[in-house]
């Protein structure tokens, strides 16, 4: 048997390890994706009161630290028995919105786009942001810059802090929207409308205009059929800051819908002696094994998961785009990954059109931004969508709010099985027996996972900080036959 | 000439937020004094609007190498390039791409960049204290630190030799 490492994986949050495993003849026979644990959060957080939870967990992670910021507020609320005036909830979206305009765009441009504006097989030196920007030009990387920045600025002036925010407190928030603020939110936002809509054209031009790209998309090694799971309001239209949470099956028939606070009677998680993370399973169905199809309990919540378990969106463009997506891939649900890239950039266009909704709101300005809180409940659960997955953030408390327990399922914990399934898959399709295992296959292996756009680390670092990849392949005694290593 | 000390870490998560440290306690040490200081979370491109507009630049930032003694300081220029915990950052950019393709669109980037790093033990535990590896030897790594920066500001040019404890 042979084994091939790719360690550590590239473009990727958190230093994660690939080990494939091929037999005598050359075929894959099993793919490990395998994480590092942080060690000690809960320790950490008991002990404290639940109120100061949603300033510590925005550093849990530098990559969404504002989605760990909702969750964390919307458990506290819990806690309290409070719900937000409208103001505060709005203000809170608004936030949010902007938090996934900043990541989207990123994602996007430094992390997605080198795979197809560059190319996959590409040499990789070439497939960063640097080489996206030599082909579609230095004006659209300074909009990239631009369009970032003014999401932070819209983050920093709401939420006190572009990364270690401070806006959510139980019951509300700290500080209110003054009239000039919200005009110059208003413009800022009608920009990433029209940064987004040039986005989706990227794509246009580069991805679906390429035969060759649309075959990987829909035919390539890439395809798992998976229940999809997203929040929605009450339409079953995404939501990514409130409502329920909502899985429909492979066939895009509702599998559940249920409030935050039920998540454990749908969710359970799984461990395996291989892997840190955990692997949450739909508990209804089960744990079948890494298989998908509709007697799997494998589900995935992402991009595309979010739009497949939805019934539509909320703005009109994304609207549109949405309609066009999924007649485009042949209607729902969608089962391609890599179609997670273009679930993305609706996404970007959503959350920029209802920031400009937001924005736009006479409601935002206004003076009511908490409801009095009560005694402390004594549990709280709060969950959104972040970029990467639905969030789950659960506190327990004695009579005084003082945390004694928490259980955080973070976006990427959702995609672990599926992750690790759409690896093997693309390994099992690209390798092939007597064939040299090049650099150009291992990055097709690896958009498996990027396309999920994964986030390990939760801790705002890699590790061993190390940035080469290095692949060893080793026989069946174990024994070194090849290395290949990037610069 | 303006300079910015930059520290880059996680000050709840162990070793990893010695950047953030050693730049809290250098500036003390530099009050009143030309050099600006700030610290950040994140690499990639949220750097980049922290340092634009700089003459200088110096990170500080921790790294955890095979070979690697904890507690040990370097210095490199960016050509040189270390990869600290930081500045490759696999969800974004890395700060090498992010400074030239801030370059490349025209906007000002520091003419001189250094990166100090110091070696880790710890960077997986969540506390606001360092490991105790490292806390025991604080007070040499910051003095060294320290150093590098006076040597960095007297001598304003490329540095390409080490510097270790």
Known sequence: ?487 | MKTLVLGIGNDILSDDGIGTRLVNDLKKSYSGNHLCFDSTITGGLDMLHLIKNYDQLVVIDGIKTAEGKPGTVKYFSLQQYPPTLHLNTFHDSHFKDVVQLARNVGIAMPDKIWIITVEIFDDITFRTQLSPTLENMYHQIFAVTKSIIEKLKIYKAIINSHETI
């Not at chain 1, 976006?411 to 992750?419: P, S, V």
Request: proline fraction near 5%; hydrophobic fraction near 40%.
């Open chain 1, 1 to 487: 048997m042979k084994r091939i490492t790719i360690d550590p994986i590239t473009r990727l949050e958190g230093h994660g390890k690939i080990e494939i495993f091929t037999n005598g003849n050359g075929e894959v026979e099993n793919v490990y994706f395998q994480v590092p644990e942080l060690r000690g959060f809960e320790k950490f957080c008991e002990g404290r009161p639940v109120e100061e939870l949603a300033q510590i967990v925005t550093k849990i992670c530098g990559v969404c630290p504002g989605c760990h910021h909702m969750a964390s507020g919307k458990a506290a609320d819990m806690v309290y028995g409070v719900e937000p005036p409208p103001t505060a909830k709005k203000l809170r979206e608004l936030f949010y919105m902007a938090h996934f305009v900043h990541s989207h765009i990123a994602h996007f441009y430094a992390l997605a786009a080198p795979d197809f504006v560059v190319g996959p097989t590409a040499p990789p030196g070439e497939r960063n942001i640097l080489g996206v920007i030599k082909k579609v030009g230095r004006n659209i990387g300074a909009e990239v810059i631009k369009q970032r920045r003014i999401a932070q600025e819209i983050q920093a002036l709401l939420g006190g802090h572009q990364t270690h925010v401070v806006m959510n407190i139980p019951g509300g928030v700290r500080k209110g929207l003054k009239p000039e603020e919200r005009d110059d939110i208003v413009e800022k936002a009608k920009e990433f409308i029209e940064f987004a809509k040039f986005s989706i054209k990227i794509f246009d031009d580069v991805v679906l205009a390429n035969k060759d790209y649309v075959d990987i998309i829909l035919n390539g090694p890439y395809n798992l059929n998976l229940h999809s799971m997203g929040l929605v309001d009450e339409n079953n239209k995404v939501n990514f800051y409130d409502g329920k949470v909502r899985v429909v099956d492979t066939l895009g028939n509702e599998h559940c819908k249920y409030a935050p606070a039920d998540y454990m009677e749908y969710v359970e998680e799984r461990v395996e002696p291989w892997s840190y993370l955990k692997f949450p399973y739909l508990k209804k169905i089960g744990w079948h094994g890494f298989v998908d199809g509709q007697d799997s309990g494998v589900y995935h919540a992402t991009p595309l998961s979010r739009l497949n378990a939805a019934d539509g969106m909320t703005t009109p463009l994304a609207q549109k785009e949405y309609e066009r997506m999924f007649n485009t891939l042949g209607g729902k649900p969608v089962h391609a990954t890599l179609a997670m890239h273009w679930a993305r950039l609706v996404e970007l266009l959503y959350a920029a059109e209802h920031c400009l909704e937001l924005a736009q709101d006479p409601e935002i300005t206004g003076k009511e931004l908490r409801t009095p809180v009560g005694k402390p409940i004594g549990e709280g659960i709060g969950i959104v969508e972040a970029q990467r997955g639905t969030l789950t953030h659960h506190y327990w408390t004695d009579e005084k709010g003082i945390v004694t327990k928490v259980n955080i399922i973070v976006g990427t914990t959702n995609n672990n099985a599926a992750i690790c399934m759409s690896l093997k898959k693309a390994a099992q399709g690209l390798i092939k027996k007597g064939e040299e295992v090049t650099d150009g296959i291992l990055n097709m292996i690896e958009m498996a996972f990027r396309a999920y756009d994964p986030c390990f680390s939760c801790a705002t670092h890699h590790l061993p900080g190390e940035m080469p990849m290095k692949v060893l392949i080793r026989d069946s005694d174990g024994k070194l036959i090849q290395t290949i290593q990037r610069d």
